[in-house]
C-alpha cells in the first residue's frame, strides 16, 4: 500500500466522522482527483479482505470508515454510548420517513414510549427537536445520514431507508430475540 493510501486509512480511522475530499487531498498534497482514485482503490481493498470495516462514499464527496451495519447488533453493547434498542430504532426510522413530524403526532402514532425514544436520539445527534408551540418538530440530522449511509436530501434518504432499514431492523430484533432467549 502506498504511502499516500496509508495516511487516507489512517485519517479516516483517526477522523472517527466523514471526511470531504478537499481535507483528504489537502493532507496528502494531491489533486482531489488523485485522492477520489486513491480513496476508491482503498475502499476496494477493504471490501476484497471481507473484514469488519469499510470505506464508503458519501454523498457530496465525503468519505468515512466505518463498522459494517451488519456487525453492529453483535458489538453494539461496546459501542460508546450504546445501541439503539429495537424500539428506540423503530421510532428513528418512523420519524426519518414522515419528517418533518410534530413530536405530539409521533405519540399519538406510536405511544408515549416514544417520548424516552426522542430523548435518546437527540442525545445521540441523529434527530434535531426544534421547539414548535407546545409540542416539537422532529427531523433527522446530517449525522443520522452518515451513519446509516443514506443521501441527505430528503426524498433520497426515505427511498433509501426503506430499503436498507428493513435489513437493518430485522437483524436487531433477532439479536434481542436471542438476548432474551439466552436470559430466560
Same mark, same amino acid.
Given at each position: 500500500?502506498?504511502? #499516500? ?11 472517527? $466522522? ?5 481535507? @483528504? ?19 476496494? %481493498? !477493504? ?9 464508503? %462514499?458519501?454523498?457530496?464527496? $465525503?468519505? &468515512? ?7 453492529t447488533p453483535r458489538v453494539g453493547r461496546l459501542i460508546p454510548g450504546? =445501541?439503539?434498542?429495537?424500539?428506540? =430504532?423503530?421510532?428513528? &426510522?418512523?420519524?426519518? @420517513?414522515?419528517?418533518?413530524? &410534530? ?11 416514544? !417520548?424516552?425514544? +426522542?430523548? /435518546? ?5 441523529? +434527530? ?5 408551540g407546545r409540542s416539537k418538530i422532529l427531523k433527522t440530522t446530517p449525522?443520522?445520514? /452518515? !451513519?446509516?449511509?443514506? #443521501?441527505?436530501? $430528503?426524498?433520497? =434518504?426515505?427511498a433509501q431507508l426503506k430499503f436498507k432499514m428493513k435489513k437493518v =431492523?430485522?437483524? *436487531?430484533? *433477532?439479536?434481542?430475540?436471542? &438476548?432474551?432467549?439466552? +436470559?430466560?
Open positions: 500500500m502506498s504511502e #499516500d493510501m496509508l495516511t487516507l486509512e489512517s485519517a479516516l480511522y483517526a477522523g472517527g $466522522r466523514a471526511l470531504t475530499l478537499q481535507e @483528504l487531498a489537502e493532507l496528502i498534497g494531491k489533486a482531489e482527483s488523485t485522492t477520489k482514485k486513491l480513496l476508491e482503490n482503498l475502499g476496494f %481493498a !477493504y471490501s476484497k479482505r471481507k473484514g469488519a470495516l469499510e470505506v464508503i %462514499a458519501l454523498p457530496r464527496e $465525503r468519505y &468515512v470508515m466505518q463498522l459494517k451495519p451488519e456487525l450504546g =445501541l439503539l434498542s429495537f424500539a428506540t =430504532l423503530q421510532t428513528l &426510522v418512523f420519524i426519518a @420517513l414522515k419528517q418533518p413530524i &410534530v413530536q405530539s403526532d409521533l405519540v399519538s402514532q406510536r405511544g408515549t414510549h416514544c !417520548y424516552d425514544h +426522542v430523548r /435518546d436520539l437527540v442525545e445521540k445527534k441523529f +434527530v434535531d427537536a426544534t421547539p414548535e449525522l443520522f445520514a /452518515d !451513519y446509516f449511509g443514506l #443521501d441527505q436530501d $430528503r426524498i433520497k =434518504l426515505k =431492523l430485522e437483524e *436487531q430484533r *433477532q439479536t434481542e430475540e436471542a &438476548v432474551a432467549r439466552s +436470559v430466560l
